[in-house]
């Protein structure tokens, strides 16, 4: 029962309670004669040293046979060694037994006191709320909300330890199933139902209150074939033959897939011979036959009776001596262009230069590169057709627009993605529409499209009469 006052006027001091650290010093027990001296009194002082403290709440104290736990809100703390005079009121029930609205003052102090070794969990009743240590086998762990919890084998019998905190102790490796440990800490006991006060009663089950994680002491690490390490072996096992199958998989995956790139290349290959020996043969029906089919007719008007013959030979044989030396610069432009070009030697933008000066020296024209962005390494097929594309427009530029000067330039756009590539002439230039075709015999334009189109690019012509020819090729870069 309890009962409310509106104010405090309606207490009134009947007798007044004396100084309780005047009161005689009563060694604390659990027997049935201690607690019927304790309740004809107001309260209890004992004296003891302090074994642990639960800041902001309280301490546990021995006071020479056992220990209490004292639940005191004064601000003071204590610390382990502390000596202590303590006043309190018995509250709790059972094995729990406590001091509550405890007051206490330090009277000295000294050496933290050691625990006292349990060799029997049945040893543990007498020792309630005492510091002791007892040995034992980890056999499991249950993880708390801010604490963490070990089941402790012991004989015949099994206790808890108890760390609270989230601290170092409960992520301690070696702090697992099968590991033997020597434990030390606050005994906590939980009497049966029907306890009594009798010294005979026996516990239900006791736990161990770690005060910090060096109270729990390794001996023997646990032995390494426990179940949890059997069940990592095998998903070892299992994992390793599912990495080699997985393994195996892909080194087949990947030998297809080079099978199959080597296929391509190959057929790369035998495309870019194709499309060269079918340029050949446009350059030379363009170049070589004409002009073989020119000196036919000129040895033909040799023969022809129709002039002196004083005037005959003179004038044809020029003629035919001038188409011979024609007809033997585009054939040996031809095959130079058949000829390895510059690339295992210098980069694409030096091996462009190099054409360019090259065939600028041979046909008697200026020529000059510009490069801008930062052009990456490019694979063979394209660098050589776009190569092989800049020479069929230089000829195409001096054969047929008469230019003088020659510019290429060469940028890398969409961050390197897209290769660009302008080769413009200050030739006579044509018009779009009645640009020179198959049916006149000319196919440099239609050999640089197929070149280009071939390495997944376009081809962009700009041109008016007496402006000069402007040849754009734009080429992706693939992975």
């Excluded at 007044?16 to 650290?21: H, I, R, S």
């Excluded at 044809?316 to 095959?335: F, K, S």
């Excluded at 069929?392 to 230019?403: R, T």
């Excluded at 640089?448 to 081809?459: K, N, P, S």
């Amino acid at each position: 029962p309890f009962m409310l006052i509106p104010t405090p006027d309606f207490v009134r001091i009947i007798n007044k309670m004396p100084d309780p650290f005047s009161l005689p010093v009563r060694t604390f027990s659990r027997t049935p004669q201690f607690f019927r001296d304790i309740e004809r009194r107001y309260g209890v002082r004992i004296h003891g040293v302090v074994i642990h403290c639960d800041p902001g709440k309280g301490f546990w104290v021995r006071d020479g046979i056992s220990g209490v736990y004292v639940r005191s809100y004064l601000e003071e703390q204590t610390e382990p060694g502390d000596e202590v005079d303590v006043f309190g009121f018995i509250a709790g029930r059972g094995y729990s037994v406590m001091l509550e609205d405890a007051l206490f003052r330090k009277v000295g102090r000294v050496s933290p006191l050691k625990p006292v070794r349990l060799d029997s969990p049945a040893q543990a009743p007498a020792h309630d709320a005492d510091l002791v240590e007892v040995e034992g086998i980890i056999s499991g762990r249950q993880p708390g909300m801010g604490e963490s919890r070990w089941t402790v084998f012991n004989g015949t019998n099994q206790f808890v330890v108890v760390l609270k905190g989230d601290g170092v102790g409960g992520q301690r490796r070696e702090w697992i199933e099968g590991s033997a440990v020597r434990v030390a800490g606050i005994c906590q006991v939980e009497p049966p139902e029907d306890y009594g006060h009798s010294p005979q009663s026996r516990p239900a089950s006791f736990q161990i209150l770690m005060r910090s994680p060096d109270d729990l002491v390794l001996l023997h690490p646990a032995p390494w074939w426990t179940p949890a390490h059997v069940a990592m072996v095998m998903a070892g096992i299992s994992g390793g033959l599912l990495l080699s199958l997985i393994g195996v998989v892909f080194a087949v995956r990947l030998r297809l897939r080079r099978q199959a790139e080597e296929r391509r290349k190959a057929e790369g290959e035998f495309a870019a011979m194709w499309n060269e020996r079918n340029r050949m043969a446009r350059e030379i029906h363009d170049t070589v036959i004409q002009t073989i089919t020119g000196l036919a007719y000129q040895i033909e008007a040799c023969e022809s009776e129709s002039l002196p013959l004083s005037e005959r030979p003179v004038n044809h044989l020029e003629i035919a001596r001038r188409m011979a030396q024609r007809g033997q610069a585009d054939l040996r432009n031809a095959l130079w262009a058949l000829r390895a070009l510059p690339l295992h030697e210098h980069d694409f933008v030096q091996a462009l230069r190099t054409v360019c000066c090259r065939l600028a020296e041979e046909r008697g024209v200026k020529a000059s590169v510009q490069s801008s962005g930062v052009i990456p390494r490019l694979p063979d097929h394209v660098a050589g057709n776009l190569l092989l594309f800049v020479q069929e427009a230089m000829f195409n530029a001096v054969k047929h627009a008469k230019s003088s000067n020659i510019e290429v330039s060469i940028a890398a756009q969409n961050s390197g993605k897209e290769i660009v590539l302008v080769v413009h002439d200050d030739g006579v230039g044509f018009m779009l529409d009645a640009r020179p075709g198959p049916a006149e015999g000319h196919f440099g334009l239609a050999g640089m499209r197929e070149r280009v189109e071939c390495i997944g690019g376009t081809l962009k012509i700009e041109s008016k009469p007496g402006q000069g020819t402007s040849v754009r090729a734009e080429v992706p870069l693939r992975d």
